[in-house]
């Protein structure tokens, strides 16, 4: 049993895949924020009716 422990313990073989796995997973959850940040950022820029950039393409 204390040399099947000892294998598993230096066995490395998949781990590359769950890190992968994990890096995407951050990526995505940062990505699908910063277009949500950017989505509300740009509603609220185009809101304003005395905003120069509304007044800018409104001519």
Do not use: C, H, P
Request: no cysteine.
């Amino acid at each position: 049993m204390k040399t099947l422990l000892q294998r598993f313990w230096e066995d490395k073989t998949g781990a590359t895949a769950v890190e992968y796995g994990l890096i995407v997973a951050v990526l995505s959850l940062t990505i699908v924020g910063g277009v949500g940040k950017a989505a509300d950022a740009i509603t609220w820029l185009f809101s304003d009716n005395s905003s120069r950039l509304v007044n800018a393409f409104a001519r």
